[in-house]
């Protein structure tokens, strides 16, 4: 599970995380996830990376800490930092500039140093309500979550522009080394061009995190192990803990339509992610 968020309280950062976790554990085992990039985010500043990661400690067979980072305050020596805690890699989201900015290169220089594979959120940003399915006219859950967050919305500077697959060439041109890893098959609109730099950069994937949306484009539109080879696809939970037993049997059903092969399956399950973060070694067809 490369896409795996640590399980923060919105409605109550200040709250201790620690029964949170141990709840999201016990779902990703019985879902039957083996290892899991918990990415771990100091956002509210509530939290720092240096307590974060304590609590990913405890689950050492399961976790693999990822650090949430802002590119536009993390530096060279923070990275470095931030690997000698324990972190494995870096995600970013919401960013102030575009992702190949030459302002971000200082950071994904020490993170190919560190060999820390990077997860960079792709597209628009979700919300509490997707309008393409519900809508709070018509249903009482939407409603109450619109009602919920409302008080929360205020303007932010954030865009989908700055977080568009075609940044992940730059990034792959200019750190050959460097394992990026794209989220949600590069977001909703973008999938040919994840599927152009997935095809030609050999460091560059996607996972295939994001809900049933994106799933069913993935499959309908022929993109999971067709237009983007399935050595070239992660999978990712991206969703709250209760939900990670669902989101499993969604993707075996898919597979088993898809008709892949159990080696197919299996590097979408676990072999691409376990080669990228170094838990097995690459493998490379024999003559």
């Known amino acids: 599970d490369v896409h795996c968020h640590f399980p923060l309280n919105w409605m109550d950062p200040q709250a201790d995380p620690a029964q949170r976790l141990e709840n999201l554990a016990d779902h990703l085992v019985r879902a039957g996830v083996a290892r899991a990039c918990l990415l771990c985010s100091d956002r509210f500043g509530t939290r720092t990376h240096e307590q974060l990661i304590e609590y990913a400690r405890a689950y050492p067979e399961l976790f693999i800490p990822v650090a949430n ?3 536009d305050v993390t530096s060279r020596e923070r990275v470095a930092e931030l690997h000698a805690m324990g972190y494995r890699g870096l995600k970013l989201i919401g960013v102030n500039r575009e992702y190949d900015a030459p302002e971000y290169f200082s950071m994904y220089e020490a993170a190919q140093a560190h060999q820390m594979p990077v997860l960079l959120h792709m597209g628009v940003i979700g919300g509490p309500i997707d309008y393409a399915r519900t809508h709070p006219r018509r249903d009482p859950e939407a409603a109450r979550r619109f009602q919920q967050f409302s008080g929360r919305r205020g303007p932010r500077d954030v865009s989908a522009r700055r977080m568009h697959p075609f940044h992940l060439d730059t990034l792959a041109n200019n750190f050959p080394n460097l394992k990026l890893i794209g989220a949600h098959l ?11 730099v997935a095809r030609w950069r050999p460091n560059v994937y996607f996972d295939m995190s ?68 170094g838990e097995a070694e690459p493998q490379f067809a024999a003559e």
């Open 69 to 71: 980072v802002d590119p």
């Open 186 to 196: 590069g977001g909703t609109g973008n999938y040919d061009a994840a599927a152009s």
């Open 210 to 277: 994001g809900g049933e949306t994106i799933e069913d484009h993935g499959e309908q539109r022929g993109y999971i192990g067709r237009e983007i080879g399935v050595e070239k696809l992660v999978w990712g939970s991206d969703c709250p803990a209760e939900e990670v037993q669902a989101h499993v049997d969604r993707f075996v059903a898919m597979f088993e339509r898809l008709g892949l092969s159990e080696d197919d399956a299996n590097r979408m399950w676990y072999q691409n992610a376990a080669e990228i973060y």
